[in-house]
């Protein structure tokens, strides 16, 4: 079931973005973004909840196929525990970033991670900038909406810095 439910999403990539092998031996660099998965509570630093762990698994089954060169959070349990499942398939330490920080956060990312593929965990406003930042221009006019944990944003980079956004929901 969820085979059919992702494979017009993989044959979109692919169409708008080629294969990721493709775009590694070219230098492009992609980045997906994804919001942390629904919390527990709204305590300063809570675990996921049940539907959140679920979340997380779904998004696992989906990118399971993506060779990640890197695995970004926040320094929160609920980013980690999004991508927690992930760094562990691709025996991937979970790199912190400081989101308090978004210009320098990214140049940052950016600058030690061309040519390769990598996961970011992030929360409601620093998703939509960080990809704003990325992509050179204000796509996303303001944070994403506190009850939305869907999202799922694919951006490629290339070698002349020309960015492609792919915002899909999971």
């Keep these: 079931m969820i085979i059919k439910k992702?494979?017009?999403?993989?044959?979109?990539?692919?169409?708008?973005f080629g294969s990721l092998e493709v775009q590694?031996?070219?230098?492009t660099t992609t980045f997906i973004l994804v919001r942390h998965a629904e919390k527990v509570d709204?305590?300063?630093?809570?675990?996921?909840?049940?539907?959140?762990?679920?979340?997380?698994?779904?998004l696992t089954?989906?990118?399971?196929?993506?060779?990640?060169d890197a695995v970004y959070s926040s320094d929160r349990i609920r980013t980690r525990?999004?991508?927690?499942?992930?760094?562990?398939?691709?025996?991937?330490?979970?790199?912190?970033?400081?989101?308090?920080?978004?210009e320098a956060e990214v140049a940052r990312l950016l600058?030690?991670?061309?040519g390769k593929t990598v996961l970011v965990s992030g929360h409601s406003n620093t998703t939509p900038f960080f990809a704003n930042e990325l992509l050179g221009r204000e796509h996303f006019k303001?944070?994403?909406?506190e009850s939305d944990y869907g999202n799922l944003l694919i951006i490629t980079i290339d070698n002349e810095g020309e960015s492609r956004l792919l915002h899909l929901r999971y």
């Excluded at 303001?142 to 909406?145: A, T, V």
């Design 24 to 27: 590694a031996q070219s230098d």
């Design 81 to 102: 525990e999004t991508v927690r499942p992930i760094a562990e398939q691709h025996s991937l330490e979970i790199l912190l970033y400081e989101p308090h920080e978004p």
């Design 111 to 114: 600058q030690s991670n061309r």
């Design 42 to 58: 709204d305590s300063a630093d809570p675990d996921l909840s049940e539907a959140g762990y679920e979340r997380a698994e779904r």
């Design 6 to 16: 992702i494979l017009p999403l993989i044959v979109l990539f692919t169409a708008l």
């Design 61 to 68: 089954e989906m990118l399971e196929r993506i060779s990640f």
């Design 142 to 145: 303001d944070k994403f909406d």
